[in-house]
């Protein structure tokens, strides 16, 4: 089985990720109405969905060193649809919930991003314009990520080495990036001219 091309291993990839991309625009959107009900019960006392959507200070949390101090804040938690399964709990603050929502945006952006990635490159011409103009927003949307953690690490002196180890993986990973964008530029002038060539 070829790498690249009809029928290749990069076209069954982008299968894959495109149904990762649904998976997480699904919790993402989810995701966004749940916090629209939690902010209508914050707003108005309502009980609505009490259970798929709680907002309360014990929202089940168990109790150790690091939930104690936190007993009298107020917590949310969601759960997917007709089950206890949890998909999101925090703090009921306007910073947590702008991260959740941003970091499922981004997942999902990236699963998109890279299915269309592969898919352009599973064509007879993987040097195409499409390839390169998708390759370009990939990277990017990785530069910008990690541009925007790397900002927050240092403005909300944060002190974890993980966090800021992926902010630089990205950053890191959206340059690799350029670069093969870089060889598709030249892969497609060079068949450009060999096409005019024939």
């Avoid at 944060?158 to 180890?165: E, G, H, I, P, V």
Wanted: hydrophobic share 50%.
């Amino acid at each position: 089985m070829e790498i690249i091309g009809k029928n290749s291993l990069s076209q069954y990839i982008s299968y894959i990720l495109f149904v990762l991309f649904i998976i997480i625009a699904f919790n993402f959107v989810y995701e966004v109405i749940g916090h629209a009900i939690l902010f209508y019960k914050y707003k108005t006392g309502s009980t609505l969905f009490s259970n798929t959507f709680a907002l309360a200070n014990d929202v089940g949390w168990g109790k150790n060193k690091w939930t104690i101090p936190m007993e009298n804040q107020l917590k949310f938690r969601i759960t997917y649809p007709f089950s206890d399964i949890q998909m999101v709990t925090g703090i009921y603050a306007a910073n947590q919930i702008f991260h959740n929502i941003i970091g499922m945006l981004f997942l999902s952006l990236f699963f998109y991003f890279s299915y269309k990635c592969f898919k352009e490159m599973s064509v007879d011409q993987i040097f195409n314009q499409n390839a390169i103009k998708w390759l370009k927003r990939f990277s990017f949307l990785n530069l910008s990520i990690a541009g925007i953690g790397i900002f927050e690490f240092f403005y909300f002196r944060m002190d974890s080495a993980y966090t800021f180890l992926t902010f630089f993986f990205f950053a890191f990973f959206g340059m690799i990036i350029l670069f093969i964008v870089e060889f598709f530029k030249k892969g497609l002038a060079l068949q450009t001219e060999n096409d005019l060539t024939i």
